[in-house]
C-alpha cells in the first residue's frame, strides 16, 4: 500500500523561522505604529469608528500602538488618527501622523495615499525593527512570566564593555532615550534589537517583556521574549543521551482518512531499536511513543515541546513519525488522530486548526538548535492522493527540501521519495518484515541497514561502522530494488563529511529484523496489500510522576480540541453557547499549566469571543477574536467568528473581508463559505451566494446543510425544480450520515438533520398544491424525529402537518390530537391555533386554558390577553377579564386595543369616569381617523 507519510528526525543544526516556506516580503517589518486615537463618545451619537490596519488576507482590524507594520499594509485612521514610524533598512528613520478620515498604504520606505502622494513626516535618528513574520508560526513559542527578569547587571556590564564602540554608543543613545521616556517604543524596540543582535539575549528578552507589558501584550513582543530566553537558557552539559518522540498511525478514527497497515509496527520497532544497545540505551521516560488514538495534535504539539525542553547541548533529539501527511496552502502537516471525532468532518479540510504543521517543528529546531546536541531527519512522504476532500498533492517533501537548501547548517537528512518526483510513492507491504511484522519499504530499510543485529549490509567499506553516507546509499539501493523503481529515496546533507558521521556501530546488539521476501510488481499499481489494517490499542500505560503535569496539559487541550473539532464541522452540527465556554474553560486550564503560551491563549479568547457571539455581546466579542487573531494569525477559526460577529451586525462587507480572509487559511473548509453565502444572502446578491455553495458542496461533498441551505435561496428566487433537488440532495446525505453515526450524543442532531429537507419538500409541496406529498414528507420527518418529543423541529413539523390535515378538510381528528399534543408540550403557535379554533366553534371555556398556557410562556403577549379577556366576558367572569386587562395595562400602558377594550370594560360596569378616562387616553394615542371617530362616539355616549 502506498503510504501517506512516514518521518524520524534526527537533527544537528537550524533552520530560519518559517522553514524557508514563507513570502520573503513578509519576514521583516518596516514600520511601527505609536499610537492609533479614537474620539470619544459624544452622547446620543454613535460610537465614532475606529482607526484600523488592512494586511494581505486579513479584514480590516483595530489598529493599536505596539502594532508592527509590513510593506503592502493599509491604515486608515477614520474618525481618528494614527501616529507611526518607518525604519527601511539602510535609510534613515521617519515618523508620520496619518490624520481624521485618511487612508495610506505602507511601502518599504514611505506611506502613499491612493493617489500615490507620500504622507508628509520628520526624520528620526536610528530606529531598529526584529525580523519577525507577519503571520508567524506561534505553535512552540510563549513566556512563562512577563515580570520575570533574567539579565544580571554585573554580568550585563562585562558583556557591554566587550562590545564595539559603534554598538555601545548606539545603545548609549537608546538608553538615553529611554531615561527621557521610558514608554518611548521606538527606542524599546531599537535597543532589545541591539542586545539580541550582540548576544545579550537574558537582556534582550528583559526588554521585549517590558514591550510586552507596557503596549497591550503585542503577541510578537511575547513571542520575542521566550525566544531569547531559550537562548540564554543554560546549556545542559551532562553526558549526551537520546530524547524520542515516535508517533505510528496505522488506524484514523476519521472515515475520509485512509488506514495504513504498519505505520504503528514502524513506531513501535523504532521505538525498540532507540532502547537498544545500538540506539545507545535511550531511557524508556525519554521516549514519547504515541500510537493510534494516542496520537491526537495535543499529545504530539505537547511532546514535541517537552522532549525539546529536556534536551541538552550533548543530546540528540529524534522524532519518528509514521502516518499521513497532508498539505494546504503550501504548508505541509503532520495528520494526527483523534479518538473522540464525531461527524463527518474530515480533519484535513482545516489543516491550520486540527493537525501539526511541519513549520512549527523547522521552527522550534531553529531556537533550540544552540541548545541541543544534534537532530538528523529521515522523512518519508509521497503523493497521498485523496486525503479526506483533499487532491492537493503532498509536496511535504519538496517543502522540506526546499528549507533544507535555503536555510540548514549542519543538518542530515534522508527523504523516501526524491521531491522533484511527481507520482513519487511511499510503499508499505507485510513481506518488509515477515509474518505479521511487515513495514514501509523505506522504515523497513533504514532499520534494517541501522538497527538490525547482524546485518552488517550498510557497511560498504567493512569498517564495523554504518556512516550516514552509507547508511543513505543503502536505503536508497535497497528501496528502489525493492519497490521496481517506483519509490527512489534521496538524502540532504549539511555537514562537512557524511561518510564520517556514525549512524551505527554494528559490534553493539540492535533489533530483530526477519529478511524481507520479494512484492509482486503488480502491487505497487493497488491502493492495499493482502491483509487488512488492524488498529492497535495501547492501553493505558502509567504517566511517571514528573509528567504529571504534562498529562494533566494534554488532557485539558484535548477536551479543548474536541470543541474546536465539532465548531469545524459548521452547522452541520450547530454548537451552543455552552458548548463554546466548554472550550474556553478548557484553554484556560491548560494555560495554567503552560502559562504565558501563545496558542493557548489565543484559542481561549478565540472560544470566549465565539460565546460571546452567542450571547449576543457583539461588540465584545469582535474585540476578543481580533486578540485571537493576532495572537495566532495563522489559524482561520478566528476569522470566521469574527465574519459571523459583523454579518450579525448587518457590516456586510466587513463580514465578506472575515469569510474571505478563514477562506484564505483553509480552502476546504466549507463553513466560511456557507457564512459568505449567507452575507450575500442579506445582500439579496442571489447568484455570488448560489456560486459559495456551490463551491463549497464541490469541496466538501457530504455536508448535507450546503443543499439545504442552497435550495432555501432557490426557494427564494421562485426556481422551485431546484430547490426541490437541492433538498433531496440535503435528504440522502443526511440519511446517510445518520445511519453511519454512532454518538448518542449527537443522535438528535443528525434526526433534526435528516428531518430538515423533509419540512423544506413539505412545505415547498404544499405551496404547489401537492399536499398529498407533502403529507407524506411531514410524517417521514416526524418518524426521523419520534425519539425526540420536545425537539422544536418536530414541533413544529407536527403544527404544520395538522394546518395541512384541516386545509384538506380531512382527518380533522388527526389534526387535533396533533395540536392538542403539541399545545401540551408548551408550543405557542398550536396553543393559539387550538385556542381559536375552540372560539370559532363557540367553546370559550375550553378556549381558555389555552390562552393561559400562551401567557404563562409568554406573559407580554397582549393579543393573547386580550383574546383570553373577550373569552371571559362571554363566560361572564369579570373578576378574571378585569386582571387579564389591568395585567395587558400594566405591560403596555400607551396601547391603544387594550386602553379601550378597558373603557368598554368600565363601561359595562357602570364606572363611567374610568370609562372616560381610558377613551381619553386611547384617543390621544390613535392615529386611525375611523378609530379615532369611534373612541369619540363611545365618549359621547357616556353618561
Request: aromatic share 8%; net charge negative.
Amino acid at each position: 500500500m502506498y503510504r501517506g507519510f512516514t518521518a524520524v528526525v534526527f537533527l544537528t543544526g537550524s533552520l530560519l523561522l518559517g522553514a524557508g516556506i514563507q513570502d520573503e516580503g513578509k519576514l521583516r517589518p518596516v514600520g511601527l505604529i505609536l499610537a492609533a486615537e479614537t474620539p470619544a463618545a459624544q452622547a446620543g451619537r454613535p460610537a465614532p469608528k475606529r482607526p484600523g490596519i488592512l494586511r494581505r488576507d486579513w479584514p480590516e482590524m483595530a489598529a493599536s500602538g505596539g502594532d508592527l507594520l509590513y510593506s503592502s499594509d493599509r491604515l486608515r485612521s477614520a474618525e481618528g488618527s494614527i501616529v507611526f514610524v518607518l525604519c527601511p533598512e539602510g535609510k534613515a528613520a521617519s515618523q508620520q501622523m496619518l490624520p481624521a478620515h485618511s487612508e495610506v498604504t505602507i511601502e518599504r520606505d514611505r506611506a502613499v495615499d491612493n493617489r500615490g502622494k507620500a504622507l508628509p513626516h520628520s526624520d528620526l535618528g536610528s530606529c531598529l525593527l526584529p525580523e519577525v513574520e507577519a503571520e508567524p508560526d506561534i505553535r512552540s513559542k510563549g513566556v512563562e512570566d512577563l515580570s520575570l527578569r533574567i539579565s544580571d547587571r554585573g554580568v550585563y556590564d562585562k558583556r557591554i564593555a566587550a562590545l564595539s564602540d559603534q554598538d555601545r554608543r548606539e545603545l548609549a543613545d537608546f538608553d538615553a532615550a529611554l531615561r527621557a521616556n521610558p514608554k518611548d517604543l521606538v527606542a524599546m524596540t531599537s535597543r532589545a534589537v541591539l542586545l539580541a543582535h550582540d548576544g545579550l539575549a537574558a537582556e534582550a528578552a528583559d526588554q521585549y517583556a517590558a514591550i510586552a507589558e507596557t503596549w497591550n501584550n503585542q503577541q510578537w513582543a511575547k513571542m520575542l521574549v521566550q525566544g531569547n530566553r531559550r537562548a540564554a537558557a543554560p546549556g545542559n552539559s551532562e553526558p549526551g543521551t537520546t530524547w524520542a518522540v515516535v508517533i505510528g498511525i496505522s488506524h484514523y478514527d476519521d472515515p475520509s482518512i485512509p488506514d495504513l497497515h504498519f505505520a504503528h509496527l514502524d513506531a513501535l520497532r523504532f521505538a525498540e531499536y532507540l532502547g537498544s544497545p545500538r540506539g545507545h540505551n535511550a531511557p524508556a521516560d525519554h521516549i514519547k511513543l504515541l500510537i493510534d488514538n494516542g496520537a491526537t495534535l495535543p499529545r504530539i504539539q505537547e511532546s514535541i515541546r517537552f522532549i525539546t525542553e529536556k534536551a541538552g547541548k550533548n543530546d540528540t533529539v529524534v522524532f519518528f513519525v509514521s502516518g499521513h501527511g497532508a498539505v494546504s496552502n503550501g504548508e505541509g502537516y503532520i495528520v494526527p488522530n483523534h479518538p473522540k471525532h464525531l461527524g463527518p468532518f474530515s480533519l484535513t479540510q482545516v489543516l491550520p486548526e486540527s493537525a501539526y504543521p511541519m513549520s512549527s517543528l523547522f521552527s522550534l529546531m531553529y531556537e533550540m538548535s544552540p541548545r541541543v546536541g544534534r537532530f538528523v531527519m529521515f522523512v518519508d512522504t509521497c503523493r497521498s492522493g485523496l486525503i479526506g476532500q483533499i487532491s492537493e498533492k503532498n509536496i511535504i517533501n519538496k517543502r522540506i527540501a526546499q528549507a533544507i537548501n535555503d536555510n540548514a547548517r549542519n543538518l542530515m537528512a534522508l527523504l523516501a521519495s526524491d521531491a522533484s518526483e511527481d507520482a513519487g510513492l511511499a510503499y508499505e507491504h507485510e513481506n518488509f518484515g515477515g509474518g505479521d511484522d511487515g513495514h514501509s519499504a523505506f522504515s523497513y530499510f533504514l532499520l534494517r541497514g541501522m538497527a538490525a543485529t547482524g546485518v552488517r549490509e550498510a557497511d560498504a567499506d567493512g569498517d564495523g561502522k554504518v556512516s550516514l553516507g552509507e547508511l543513505a546509499d543503502y536505503v536508497h539501493d535497497q528501496v528502489v530494488k525493492a519497490t521496481q523503481r517506483n519509490q527512489r529515496p534521496t538524502s540532504f546533507t549539511r555537514v562537512p563529511n557524511p561518510e564520517k558521521v556514525e549512524m551505527a556501530d554494528i559490534a553493539l546488539q540492535g533489533i530483530r529484523i526477519d529478511a524481507w521476501k520479494p512484492v509482486a510488481p503488480q502491487t505497487f499499481g493497488r491502493k492495499a496489500p493482502s491483509k487488512a489494517a488492524t488498529p492497535y490499542n495501547p492501553g493505558n500505560a502509567a504517566v511517571p510522576a514528573s509528567e504529571a503535569d504534562l498529562e494533566r496539559l494534554i488532557r485539558a487541550e484535548e477536551q479543548g480540541q474536541e470543541v474546536m473539532l465539532q465548531y469545524l464541522e459548521g452547522d452541520e452540527i450547530p454548537q451552543t453557547r455552552d458548548d463554546f465556554e466548554r472550550g474556553r474553560i478548557a484553554y484556560e486550564q491548560a494555560l495554567v499549566l503552560a502559562p504565558g503560551s501563545l496558542y493557548l491563549e489565543g484559542r481561549k479568547e478565540f472560544f470566549l469571543g465565539r460565546r460571546l457571539i452567542a450571547e449576543k455581546h457583539y461588540d465584545d466579542a469582535i474585540a476578543h477574536l481580533e486578540t485571537a487573531i493576532r495572537l495566532n494569525p495563522r489559524g482561520p477559526a478566528p476569522y470566521n467568528a469574527l465574519g459571523i460577529a459583523y454579518l450579525e451586525l448587518a457590516r456586510n462587507s466587513e463580514a465578506i473581508a472575515a469569510f474571505e480572509s478563514a477562506i484564505a487559511r483553509a480552502w476546504y473548509w466549507p463553513y466560511p463559505r456557507h457564512n459568505l453565502a449567507l452575507t450575500y444572502l442579506q445582500l439579496g446578491r442571489y447568484e455570488p451566494a448560489i456560486a459559495a455553495y456551490r463551491k463549497a458542496m464541490q469541496l466538501a461533498p457530504d455536508y448535507s446543510y450546503l443543499p439545504y441551505n442552497l435550495g432555501l435561496i432557490y426557494v427564494k428566487m421562485n426556481r422551485n425544480a431546484e430547490a426541490e433537488d437541492a433538498f433531496r440532495e440535503a435528504r440522502r446525505l443526511a440519511d446517510r450520515r445518520a445511519a453511519q453515526n454512532t454518538a448518542a450524543i449527537l443522535a438528535e442532531a443528525y434526526a433534526q438533520r435528516r428531518a430538515a429537507p423533509l419540512i423544506a419538500l413539505a412545505l415547498l409541496e404544499s405551496g404547489e398544491g401537492r399536499e398529498t406529498q407533502a403529507a407524506s414528507h411531514y410524517d417521514e420527518a416526524l418518524a426521523a424525529l419520534e425519539a425526540f418529543p420536545a425537539n422544536k423541529t418536530r414541533l413544529m413539523a407536527r403544527h404544520d402537518l395538522a394546518l395541512l390535515l384541516t386545509r384538506r378538510k380531512q382527518n380533522w381528528s388527526r389534526a387535533e390530537v396533533l395540536l392538542d399534543e403539541n399545545a401540551a408540550s408548551g408550543y405557542i403557535p398550536s396553543q393559539q391555533t387550538m385556542a381559536e379554533w375552540l372560539v370559532e366553534r363557540g367553546k370559550p371555556a375550553k378556549a381558555v386554558p389555552y390562552f393561559e398556557a400562551m401567557l404563562s410562556a409568554r406573559p407580554e403577549y397582549i393579543g393573547a390577553r386580550l383574546a383570553l379577556a373577550e373569552q371571559l366576558e362571554r363566560l361572564g367572569d369579570t373578576q378574571r377579564e378585569r386582571s387579564q386587562l389591568e395585567a395587558a395595562r400594566q405591560y403596555d400602558p400607551e396601547n391603544v386595543a387594550v386602553l379601550v377594550a378597558l373603557a368598554r370594560f368600565e363601561k359595562g360596569q357602570k364606572q363611567f369616569d374610568a370609562a372616560r378616562e381610558a377613551y381619553n387616553q386611547a384617543l390621544r394615542g390613535a392615529s386611525d381617523p375611523r378609530l379615532v371617530r369611534q373612541i369619540k362616539t363611545a365618549l359621547k355616549e357616556l353618561p
